[in-house]
C-alpha cells in the first residue's frame, strides 16, 4: 500500500477529480494548502504598499492505494494537473504501515479497496 | 406652475434622487460580484466603477447631448456636446434645472453601462471592457435614450416608457446577449459546476439597488407630483409581489425557498415596474409583480442548460423583465391614474400598437448593434484573457489584488 500525494492547481481539481473517477480511484482527501513550488511571486499593491507574494494557492490530494493502483494514481494525477507552466505541483508516494476501516475493522489492501468493487 | 421656472421642492426631490440612482452602480458591483467566485471579484466589481469613469466622462462628452438634444427621430444632435448650453435654466418640460436635468439622467447611463458587465465576467479583459464601456454609452445606450426619452421615434409615436423600458431595461438585457455570445462561454462553462461564492453580497446588493431604485423611478417624473408619487409606491408594491411569488414558484420547483433566487426576484421586480411606474394604478403594480416573475423565472431556469454563457443572466432579470413591463403598460395604463393614456383593457387598443413597436425594436436595435460592436472591437484586440489567466483568476490578472488578501507569505518591497 502506498499514500499517494499530490498537490496541484486549484483550478485543476475538478480535472484531477475527473481523471482519477475514470481511473476507478474512488477513497481520496482533499485540503486547500498554499505552498512554494519554484513558481515566480506575484507582486500585488494595495495603495501604497508593494508586496511579492511568494505562495500560491494549491489542493492537495491524499490518496491511499494498493500497490496496483500507484501507477494509475500518478497518471491521473498528472494528466488531470498538466497546464505546461511552473506551478504544477507535485506527487509524492510514500509507503503505508497500516490502514483501517474504522466502519468493519478490515485492514490494509482489504480497507483501501472500494466497497463495491 | 408657469413653463420656464425653477421649482425648490421638484429641485430638492431630483437632488436626492439623483444620488439614489448613482447608488446602484457600486450596488449592482456588490450583487455582481457576490455572483461569481471568489478569484474574479474584484474584477466584477470594477466593471461596474468603471461605468462610474467612463460613462460620466462620455456622456458628459457627447452621450446626453446625442440623448436629449433636438426631436430628430432616431438619435439627437450636437448641441448640448460637452454640457454646451446646459446651465440652471429649466429643462423644457420640467421645473428642475437643465444642470441637474442631465446629472440626473447621467446616473441611468452608467448603471446601464455597468449592468451589460453582467453578461462578460470571468473572462472578459479589463482594457477592451473600458473602450466597449465607453463606445456601448455612446452608440446603444444614448440612441436608445433618445428613442424613448428624448423625443425620439418611439416617444412622437406614443409609446409609454416611464423611467427606461426601452434603453435601460431591454438595451442591457439584449445586449448581454449579444456580448455573450461574441466573447464567448467561460472555459468551464458546462463542465463544472459554477457557483456563487457570497450569497449575502447578492442580497445586500439586490436591497441596496431596490432602495436607489426609489430614485430611479420615482424621479424620473421630474417633480414631486401625483406622477412620482404613483411611481414611487409603485416601486415598493411590484417588487414586493415578485418576491412572494418568486417564493412560490422556488416552493413549486423545490420546496425551498432560495435567497439567491430572492434577490433576483427583487430584481425582476424593481425591473418590471420601471416603464409602468408613473402608469398603472397600485392594484395594477402589484399584478405586475406577479406577472413579471413567470417569464424571467423561467429564462433563468432554462438559460443555464444551454451553451449560452449570460453569465449573470442579464437578459432574465432586465431584458425579459423590461419586455414584461412595456406590454403590460399596452394593457392596463390607466388614464384616471396617469393622466395621458389608457391601455386596452380601459378602451384604448392603439397603446398596446406603441407599446409592441418599442418591444420589437428595442430588443433588435439593442442586439444588433452591440453585436456589431464587439465584433469589430475583436478585429483589433483581444477581448479574453488567456486561458490560463481565466483558471489564475481575473483579481489577479488584472488588478493585482485579491479580494481575500490575507497577507501570509508577503514580502514587503521597499521602496
Known sequence: ?117 | MAAGQIDSGDTAWMLAATALVLLMTPALGLFYAGLVRSKNTLNTFMMCIAALAIATVCWAAVGYSLAFNGDAGFVGGLGNAFLHDVTFAPREGTHIPHLLFFAFQATFCIVTTALVSGAVVERMRFGPFLVFAGLWSILVYSVMAHWAFGGGFLQAHGTLDFAGGVPVEMASGFSALAAALVVGARKDWGRQAILPHNAVYVLLGAGLLWFGWFGFNGGSGFSTGDASVLAFVNTLLTPACTLATWFVLDVIRARQVTAIGAATAIVVGCVGITPAAGFVSPGWAMALGVVAALPSYAVIMLRPRSRVDETLDVLAAHGVAGFTGILFIGFFAQQSWNGISNGLVYGNAAQLGHQALAAVVAPAYAFCATFVLLKVMARFTRLRVQEGEEGLGLDIVSHGEEAYATGEGAILIPV
Open chain 1, 1 to 117: 500500500m502506498k499514500l499517494v500525494i499530490g498537490i496541484v492547481r486549484p483550478e485543476k481539481t475538478n480535472d484531477v477529480l475527473e481523471a482519477l473517477y475514470r481511473a476507478e480511484v474512488r477513497g481520496l482527501s482533499m485540503t486547500r494548502v498554499e505552498g512554494h513550488g519554484g513558481e515566480l511571486d506575484r507582486v500585488e499593491t494595495y495603495r501604497g504598499t508593494t508586496v511579492q507574494v511568494g505562495v500560491s494557492d494549491k489542493v492537495r490530494f491524499e490518496i491511499a492505494v494498493s500497490d496496483d493502483f500507484v501507477d494509475a494514481t500518478i497518471e491521473a494525477l498528472c494528466a488531470g494537473g498538466r497546464t505546461g507552466e511552473v506551478g504544477d505541483g507535485k506527487i509524492f508516494v510514500v509507503p503505508v504501515e497500516r490502514v483501517v476501516r474504522i466502519r468493519t475493522g478490515e485492514t490494509d489492501a482489504a480497507a483501501v479497496t472500494p466497497v463495491s468493487a
